[in-house]
């Protein structure tokens, strides 16, 4: 199956490279181009796309709020956000995976490491950079938030579903997940569906975020 990819960026230079390594690969195609977080929306709904590569500083309107519409549409519930970014923006970064983009990379990642972040994000499968992802959500996502609503909504989860959800905030595959807990890897596959639908999670990297803000999952903050 090729995988139907948007790139929005208002660097044409940056883009046109993007492009060039996407269209490489024989497994994806480029269906849009953005220079705007509107035409990134707009671009999305006409093309529907699996995935959009989003950057964060864009005119009109900017990737953040982009991501937030794109990922609050039922029309594009089937398409995933990449926010293309560097580490320095990491607050920006957290508030993306709030309004739902499914992980992130730096500008500067490997033309391979992208390839395989963008099959990763089609698949829904894992949130990426595990460890950057745990850095930035223990600065960003674990704040104790008042009346936050992710702390009371873990109450619908059984105790294998949380136990479930916060090895996923570890980063882990269900594929890892299935050989720590000594079960199949389609069981862990069912518990993680069951708990995104309980909490109103629409991937992975949601639950990722309701484990961190929840308490369900802790970190040591950075030093």
């Known amino acids: 199956m090729t995988i139907r990819v948007v790139i929005a960026d208002d660097h044409a230079l940056l883009a046109g490279t993007f492009r060039m390594l996407i269209e490489s690969a024989d497994d994806m195609q480029v269906v849009g181009v953005a220079e705007t977080g509107r035409q990134a929306i707009d671009t999305a709904r006409a093309t529907q796309p699996d995935v959009v590569l989003m950057d964060i500083r864009m005119p009109d309107l900017d990737g953040l709020a982009a991501t937030q519409e794109i990922c609050h549409d039922d029309a594009l519930r089937a398409t995933r956000v990449l926010i293309l970014t560097t580490f320095e923006l990491d607050e920006y970064v957290a508030r993306a995976l709030r309004a739902g983009a499914s992980g992130f990379l730096g500008k500067d990642v490997a033309p391979e490491e992208l390839l395989r972040a963008i099959r990763t994000i089609a698949a829904g499968d894992t949130l990426l950079s595990p460890a950057a992802t745990r850095t930035l959500i223990a600065r960003f996502l674990a704040r104790p938030e008042t009346d936050n609503p992710a702390i009371d909504t873990l109450d619908v989860l059984t105790a294998r579903e949380r136990e479930v959800v916060a090895l996923v905030a570890e980063g882990l595959s269900n594929e890892a997940i299935a050989e720590r807990m000594y079960v199949s890897p ?22 990722v975020v309701i484990a961190f803000q929840s308490g369900l999952v802790r970190v040591e903050p950075p030093r």
Do not use: D, N, S
């Not at 069951?194 to 992975?204: I, N, P, V």
């Open 186 to 207: 389609l069981t862990i596959r069912t518990h993680v569906q069951r708990a995104m639908t309980k909490l109103g999670a629409r991937h992975r990297a949601q639950l």
